[in-house]
């Protein structure tokens, strides 16, 4: 996806503070955190959604939580976290290059707005 913001990050076109990275995913820091740690968790094939992603390859699909599990053990959010993935417009999808959100280093709140 050429005009994909998240797609530039992987290609490093843009620059990130990266977490984490292996094959397939990249872990980067949010640039506007609503949280003491918020990490963004991405497969670096792009798929629009998770929607697109779950119908489209169960291997990254799987390997996404996996993934987003092991950033919070990284950043040592042994207390809690949360992993957030907002999709399409009524849940404040954004970028439209799948991500999870992994928030912690607070106390979170519920409901979300
Ligand atoms: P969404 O609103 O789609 O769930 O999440 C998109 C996230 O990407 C937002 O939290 C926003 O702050 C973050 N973001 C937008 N542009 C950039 C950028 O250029 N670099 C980084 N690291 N994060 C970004
Ligand atoms: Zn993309």
């Given at each position: 996806?050429?005009?994909?913001?998240?797609?530039?990050?992987?290609?490093?076109?843009?620059?990130?503070?990266?977490?984490?990275?292996?094959?397939?995913?990249?872990?980067?820091?949010?640039?506007?955190?609503?949280?003491?740690?918020?990490?963004?968790?991405?497969?670096?094939?792009?798929?629009?959604?998770?929607?697109?992603?779950?119908?489209?390859?169960?291997?990254?699909?799987?390997?996404?939580?996996?993934?987003?599990?092991?950033?919070?053990?990284?950043?040592?959010?042994?207390?809690?976290?949360?992993?957030?993935?907002?999709?399409g417009q009524e849940g404040g999808?954004?970028?439209?290059?799948?991500?999870?959100?992994?928030?912690?280093?607070?106390?979170?709140?519920?409901?979300?707005?």
């Amino acid at each position: 996806m050429t005009n994909c913001l998240f797609c530039k990050i992987v290609a490093e076109e843009i620059p990130s503070a990266k977490v984490l990275e292996n094959t397939d995913f990249l872990a980067f820091r949010d640039i506007d955190p609503k949280a003491p740690v918020h990490v963004l968790v991405i497969p670096k094939k792009h798929f629009e959604d998770i929607v697109e992603l779950s119908k489209g390859d169960n291997v990254l699909t799987a390997g996404l939580m996996k993934f987003a599990t092991e950033v919070a053990e990284i950043e040592k959010l042994e207390k809690g976290f949360r992993i957030v993935l907002n999709t399409g417009q009524e849940g404040g999808q954004s970028v439209q290059h799948v991500h999870a959100h992994v928030l912690g280093g607070r106390s979170l709140t519920w409901p979300p707005g």
